[in-house]
């Protein structure tokens, strides 16, 4: 059974750091692009990082550039996302994605709020 957990979300105050992490089972993790996606309130869902399966390869969203650092462990089957200098407009839900071919996978999500 294929799963991924996020963890790691919650209330922090803008300029704040969060570490988001997605734990992944039931499938191959080092063989799968991993990515971190984003839904704010009335908005589209949107990339915001990913990863190669080696982990050699990044990219991120311009508006996440040098704030959010996406990495993986292969060993452990887990995705991280590092956010830093937190702003208001980063509230959303936190998205795990593993993609291997035509494959697709999601975990539940987790809320990240930013506010004073």
């Known amino acids: 059974q294929v799963q991924l957990v996020e963890s790691g979300g919650g209330l922090v105050q803008p300029g704040g750091s969060l570490r988001l992490s997605c734990a992944a089972s039931g499938f191959t993790f080092s063989s799968y692009v991993m990515n971190w996606y984003r839904q704010a309130p009335e908005k589209e869902r949107e990339l915001v990082a990913g990863?190669?399966?080696?982990?050699?390869?990044?990219n991120y969203a311009d508006s996440v550039k040098g704030r959010f650092t996406i990495s993986r462990d292969n060993a452990k089957n887990t995705v991280y996302l590092q956010i830093n200098i937190l702003k208001p407009e980063d509230t959303a839900v936190y998205y795990c994605?593993?993609?291997?071919?035509?494959?697709?996978?999601w975990g539940q999500g987790t809320q990240v709020t930013v506010s004073s």
């Open positions: 990863i190669s399966s080696t982990g050699g390869s990044t």
């Open positions: 994605n593993a993609v291997y071919k035509w494959l697709s996978y």
